[in-house]
């Protein structure tokens, strides 16, 4: 229910509607040149604003003047293959010297109304379940005229327009404020994670258990302590091999230090028949090939016995204390270890030899129990914190609908009895526009409307005026014609006015004329073949001269 002083109005009542520029592939370019315009396109449509990185320009002239992105238009992803990315909107702030691409919209706010509260609206759920709601397609979605004509939004009388759109402004950037604070979270809780690892490694978290003294720990090379080996992956043509009893790992699976399940199985017969080999419970897997080694070395304990794949290597000392510390020792060295192996482009991969020649500082057993307990006593309270962090993110995400939701409904700031009903705006709003005739809003500038016929005036048509013809006629001047210029009149008594062309008018009528072509003098008598390409060409000459005094004379009748 909606405030009294409140009314409902259609979205395209107190906007325009704009579409994008249309161009080709040839048109575009990645970089500006002189006489090109940016093209904003959905990508360039962000939660913060428009953003004017990873534009596309094309040439200036495609753009129409209504195409220019002006102060307060609202820019909207009318097309995409994702119907998340569908209806995303954000406000321009100032006019900017860009355009917008075919796959997008503009709403361009009346100025009867403050654009800021209408920007918002775009930001709210009503809008976003209606455009997933009507947007969506069989291989894309689109976002048509109809359903921004169908698209009806709460409006309140003009002051609280302002005074709600100040309000949110003022709490929208708390939030956004709150939520980049709360995004550094997760870095820092890595960084706190790796930094107890990298003391536990060292000996430095168990210092102070020791008395202070330096670790006095034995080494290892991981070659000579571990067995090591890699899998494989069972024929995908032979289902037989596939959808058994033996979970099977890749390495999309390894998402944590503590791996029980697989998303996929093999049997035992895809087991046999290929180099899929069983890791055993408590030895130790890595990632050696994925995108993921890029920022991320996966490395965790296997907590039942499963197969693996041709981008996994085990490792294994029969110890499940030593196995767990190569793991620490890895986890603390991720940034080392990926900085010396970076192959591949797309893929990368982690050298074995890497791996297998990494020495191992190994801690006496009661030292390495002291490790272990406050290494789990710390992770505790980094995961503590997660959870708080993941819980404080989801009240992050539910805030910003409902502080909008609160606006539209009239909850968010009070109402003032002395402001002009919405209504009495609306009404406003609608005559203004009947009087200009109707926005088009079709993204080219609209053509002269005709004129009614109570003023006398006359419909503008393409071509001739009908009865120009009769009408020259009756006035004792020949109509003009399309094509050619006419022929040169008789009538043309000044001396300098007659075309050199009409200097043998005899033997110009009894020459042959051709279809179409206006009069002119017939064929010279020459003496030799040069004699008549001379005459031809002064002929020519005279021809065009001729031409060009009608056309003069004719615009200055």
């Known amino acids: 229910m909606l405030p009294q002083s409140w009314t409902r109005a259609n979205l395209l009542e107190v906007s325009e509607l704009v579409r994008g520029v249309t161009y080709s592939k040839g048109d575009a370019t990645d970089s500006p040149t002189d006489n090109h315009m940016g093209v904003l396109r959905a990508n360039n449509i962000t939660q913060s604003g428009l953003s004017f990185s990873d534009l596309v320009y094309v040439p200036s002239g495609l753009v129409s003047e209504l195409q220019r992105v002006r102060q307060n238009d609202i820019v909207i992803a009318t097309s995409s293959g994702s119907i998340s990315v569908v209806g995303k909107a954000a406000r321009a702030t100032s006019d900017f010297n860009v355009g917008f691409g075919a796959f997008c919209g503009l709403i361009r706010p009346s100025q009867e109304i403050e654009a800021r509260f209408l920007g918002h609206f775009f930001g709210s759920s009503a809008y976003r379940t209606y455009v997933s ?171 039942r016995d499963l197969a693996i794949n041709q981008d996994i290597k085990c490792f294994d000392s029969n110890n499940k204390n030593i196995n767990l510390w190569l793991l620490i020792a890895w986890k603390a060295n991720e940034s080392k270890i990926l900085g ?139 109509p003009k014609r399309r094509g050619r210029p006419p022929k040169v009149r008789e009538a043309v008594s000044e001396p300098d006015a007659q075309p050199a062309a009409v200097a043998e008018t005899a033997e110009a009528s009894a020459a042959p004329r051709g279809r179409g072509r206006p009069p002119g003098p017939g064929i010279p008598q020459a003496s030799s073949f040069e004699d008549a390409l001379r005459k031809l060409e002064e002929q020519k000459l005279a021809r065009a001269q001729g031409a060009r005094q009608v056309g003069l004379f004719d615009d200055a009748e």
């Open 133 to 303: 709601s009507v947007a969506r397609g069989v291989n894309i979605n689109n976002l048509k005229r109809e359903h921004f004509e169908n698209i009806e939004i709460p409006l309140p009388p003009l002051p609280e327009q302002v005074r709600i759109a100040d309000k949110l402004d003022a709490l929208l950037a708390r939030v956004e404020a709150g939520r980049e604070r709360l995004e550094r979270v997760p870095k820092l809780l890595k960084r706190f994670r790796q930094s107890v690892l990298s003391a536990a490694v060292s000996g430095e978290l168990t210092r102070e258990w020791r008395g202070g003294r330096d670790a006095e720990w034995r080494t290892a090379r991981v070659g000579d302590t571990f067995v090591s080996f890699s899998g494989g992956t069972p024929s995908r043509n032979q289902s037989d091999y596939w959808g058994g009893d033996v979970g099977w790992l890749s390495s999309g699976d390894i998402k944590s230090t503590k791996i029980a399940d697989s998303s996929e199985s093999i049997t035992q017969l895809g087991l046999q028949n290929s180099s899929a080999k069983i890791a055993k419970a408590g030895s130790i897997i890595v990632v050696v090939r994925s995108g993921i080694l890029a920022h991320t070395l996966p490395v965790a304990v296997v907590e």
């Open 340 to 478: 010396q192996n970076r192959d591949g482009t797309t893929v990368q991969s982690v050298k074995y030899d890497t791996l297998k020649n990494w020495v191992l500082s190994i801690p006496p057993q009661d030292e390495f129990n002291e490790a272990i307990r406050r290494i789990e006593s710390l992770s505790a309270i980094a995961d503590r914190i997660e959870a708080k962090y993941a819980a404080a993110l989801s009240s992050f995400d539910r805030l910003t609908p409902a502080l909008l939701a609160k606006a539209f409904r009239g909850e968010l700031v009070p109402q003032d009895p002395n402001d002009e009903p919405a209504s009495v705006l609306l009404e406003r709003i609608r005559a203004a526009r009947e009087a200009e005739g109707g926005k088009r809003g079709r993204g080219r500038p609209a053509k002269a409307a005709a004129g009614g016929s109570g003023d006398g005036a006359e419909v503008k048509r393409r071509g001739r005026p009908p009865g120009a013809n009769a009408q020259a006629g009756a006035e004792g001047t020949e």
